[in-house]
């Protein structure tokens, strides 16, 4: 079994910061890029920002030089520290990751289930 569990979210005032932190766990043998997705209401899931093993990053155009996303290899961990918030940030955010189980033939994506980040006043 393999798990991804996505903490950090929350009510903030637009300008303000948050950090999400995802944690894989399980029977894991190896996890591959490692991502956060969001969906408004009414809207499409969207890619925020993506991770590979190695550390390479990419961003949606909508928040370059806001949030920053890293990775602690060691710990299965992904985080997006995310500055400068603004309404339209508001969303629910998932965390995926790209993760090879112990038990499995190929690479799966697995998902959290989500934690809600709200900007408001």
């Known amino acids: 079994q393999v798990q991804v569990v996505e903490s950090g979210g929350g009510l903030v005032q637009p300008g303000g910061s948050l950090r999400l932190s995802c944690a894989a766990s399980g029977s894991i043998f190896s996890i591959n890029a490692m991502g956060w997705y969001r969906q408004a209401p009414g809207k499409e899931r969207e890619l925020v920002a993506a991770i590979s093993s190695g550390g390479s990053t990419n961003y949606a155009d909508s928040v370059k030089g806001r949030f920053t996303i890293s990775r602690d290899n060691a710990k299965n961990t992904v985080y997006l520290q995310m500055n400068s918030l603004k309404p339209e940030d508001t969303a629910v955010y998932y965390c995926?990751?790209?993760?090879?189980?112990?038990?499995?033939?190929?690479?799966?994506?697995?998902w959290g289930q989500g934690t809600q980040v709200t900007v408001s006043s």
């Open positions: 995926n990751a790209e993760i090879w189980s112990v038990y499995g033939t190929r690479w799966f994506d697995y």
